[in-house]
């Protein structure tokens, strides 16, 4: 699919994503911050899992809100709530710093409540008939953002500007560059209300398909949580002596080879789609495997890289199988009760990953190889059916 192919909605959209990409280092900041200011890799865990527990309900409940409102207000208002965290996260110093990090952290967690409307927009915004190939490049416009902006922003706040009052520096912009994304999701993005989300006539819900895709976003969900981005953080800054740069460098090789799995993705046959997604959880059961053994660093590197491009080969046909079970009506109270199962499911994973790696820094990519493998087998059992 060419770009010129692609709606003018859907392209604004995707620029909104591209635009904020480079913002998207604040996730690997800010637990790294945490261990830099005397937090344990087990005490990062749980301060994760005691955020998630609030969380669950909201989630269901801010959904079926959004079934009737406009769901661009809520796409805004994630970034109102992400800059107003940043800025806490920043200005937290001295003795009332734990209360303005857990209170930042607290509010960005309620904009990650609202993140199902992100694919609710999608779901409604991007031609139903190509959700596999408009996928191909609402991937790859982001990473080229991330190869641009990943490796300077890593290069200087891991050897130049590396203390933690650079980091809180690094945490007010971001948080004050949320009024030219809010201003830019106000001007560009259309809104999508209750009237323009209206199913195909005919459409018929396939309980027992769907069934089979809470099965598999169970062992996902397990497989991701069990080997978060602060294990990686822990293994690679304070096991193999590197630096912020080190962890970009992984997310740059992780972002060329998404790209190489977008261009990989769109020359899979439609009906080979499950297919694409079982070979896609064993590349990600390669990675798993080569981090269980303590890897030097530039195999680590290696194999997230390897393991990303199974999520860039896979990744269009999972949101086209979600989305082809979902009415369009209801699609943000199904997206947000999704992700209020998968808080459930990550109520216990952060702390388990942290106790994991207290034991042994990479004991933690064990559990995820097993749920991989297990979600590989699962999907190959449903092409088969």
Not at 133 to 150: D, G, K, M, N, Q
Not at 155 to 161: E, K
Not at 254 to 269: D, F, H, K, W
Request: charged share 15%; glycine share 6%; aromatic share 18%.
């Amino acid at each position: 699919m060419r770009w010129s192919e692609i709606p003018r909605e859907a392209k604004a959209y995707m620029l909104y994503h591209t635009f904020i990409a480079p913002g998207l280092i604040v996730w690997i900041l800010f637990p790294l911050y945490l261990m830099k200011t005397g937090y344990s890799v087990l005490e990062v865990g749980a301060f994760f899992t005691a955020i998630n527990i609030a969380s669950i309900p909201l989630t269901y409940l801010f959904g079926r809100l959004f079934n009737n409102w406009d769901i661009k207000k809520g796409l805004i208002t994630i970034d109102i709530l992400d800059g107003i965290a940043y800025v806490m996260y920043g200005l937290a110093k001295g003795a009332i710093a734990p209360l303005m990090l857990f209170i930042g952290r607290i509010i960005e967690k309620l904009s990650s409540l609202l993140y199902p409307l992100y694919q609710a927009y999608e779901q409604i915004i991007y031609p139903e008939d190509k959700y596999e190939e408009i996928f191909a490049w609402h991937l790859r416009l982001p990473e080229i953002a991330t190869l641009v902006s990943f490796p300077i922003m890593g290069y200087l706040l891991g050897y130049v500007y590396n203390k933690p009052e650079h980091y809180r520096l690094t945490f007010l912009f971001f948080g004050l560059f949320s009024v030219v994304t809010v201003t830019y999701l106000w001007l560009f993005l259309p809104p999508v209300g209750k009237e323009e989300r209206i199913s195909s006539e005919g459409f018929k819900f396939k309980i027992g398909e769907f069934k089979h895709l809470i099965a598999f976003e169970t062992l996902l969900t397990l497989a991701w949580g069990l080997a978060p981005e602060f294990i990686l953080i822990n293994y690679v800054v304070f096991v193999l002596k590197k630096t912020i740069f080190e962890i970009t460098l992984i997310v740059v090789a992780c972002s060329i080879m998404r790209i190489a799995g977008t261009y990989a993705s769109e020359r899979v046959p439609k009906n080979k789609g499950f297919h694409a997604i079982a070979l896609g959880m064993f590349l990600n059961a390669l990675y798993a495997f080569v981090m269980a053994l303590a890897p030097p660093f530039w195999l680590a590197l290696a194999v997230y890289a390897i393991g990303d491009f199974g999520n860039a080969l896979w990744f269009p046909f999972y949101r086209s199988w979600l989305f082809k079970l979902i009415p369009r009506e209801r699609t943000t109270e199904f997206h947000a009760a999704l992700s209020s199962y998968q808080r459930v499911l990550g109520l216990i994973t952060p702390i388990t990953a942290g106790a994991l790696a207290s034991i042994h820094p990479t004991l933690p990519y064990s559990g995820s190889l097993m749920a991989f493998i297990l979600a590989g087998v699962f999907l190959l059992w449903i092409a088969k059916k």
